[in-house]
């Protein structure tokens, strides 16, 4: 399986959330989007880890033609060693599970097997400490700065004390893994973001809520880049 481009690590990336976005016209918006954003983020709830229920494999399969771009699917489910073939044989790309599931040292390396780009996730009350023996097998690390289940909600600005630490260790020890941040982010949030070192922004409410989600996209990555 050949994965589609990640981008450098150091470069800002900006990832459209499609839990924000109208459900019944998604493949349209990610077309319109590739043009000004950089990954897809795709939230997969099931109700249990999170109180949520959102979309599985169809959904990604389905939209799988309407983008070139990775798909980047955030899997908050209590098992995800259950679901992970699935979404690889769907299109994901890249497939990050959260710290605080199910055996998940064991889901990196299952996600390894099928060879997905692998992310780890922490909760905003997670520490740090909880990741950092995993930085050598993933590539991407996944801040929340919100609890996760629901799009727009409020960013949590004491996340940024996490980002800074570890951005610290990354650039330390593991210069290759992608620090990407999801929840609360927008135009106001992002320079702080970017500032502290997250190099992925995930974005729902305030691109696709937006009345033009290509210039809040735009603007978007404006903003985080002039931080
Ligand atoms: C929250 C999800 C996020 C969220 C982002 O549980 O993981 O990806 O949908 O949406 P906004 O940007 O509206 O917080
Ligand atoms: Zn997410």
Do not use: Y
């Not at 990640?6 to 924000?20: D, K």
């Not at 055996?103 to 909760?123: H, K, P, Q, T, Y």
């Not at 999801?182 to 992002?190: C, E, F, L, V």
């Amino acid at each position: 399986m050949s994965l589609r481009d990640p981008g450098s690590p150091t470069a800002l990336r900006i990832a459209p959330s499609i839990l924000a976005a109208d459900f019944a016209s998604l493949g349209a918006a990610l077309h319109q989007l590739d043009a000004v954003t950089d990954w897809v983020h795709l939230d997969v709830m099931d109700g249990h880890f999170v109180p949520n229920l959102t979309l599985g494999p169809a959904l990604v399969a389905s939209l799988r033609p309407h983008s070139d771009h990775l798909f980047d699917c955030h899997l908050m489910v209590t098992d995800p060693r259950r679901h992970l073939e699935a979404f690889a044989h769907a299109g994901a790309d890249s497939c990050t599970v959260h710290v605080e599931a199910h055996e998940a040292a064991a889901a990196l390396a299952d996600a390894r097997a099928l060879g997905l780009r692998v992310g780890l996730a922490l909760n905003p009350d997670t520490p740090a400490a909880a990741v950092l023996d995993h930085l050598g097998d993933v590539d991407v690390i996944l801040v929340m700065s919100v609890f996760p289940g629901f799009a727009g909600q409020a960013f949590i600005p004491e996340v940024l004390t996490k980002v800074r630490d570890l951005r610290e260790e990354i650039d330390a020890h593991a210069p290759r893994v992608d620090l990407e941040i999801d929840g609360g982010i927008d135009q106001d949030t992002a320079g702080g973001a970017v500032a502290a070192g997250a190099r992925v922004l995930v974005a729902g409410s305030a691109i696709f809520r937006a009345a033009d989600p290509l210039d809040a996209a735009r603007e978007l990555r404006h903003r985080a880049r002039s931080a």
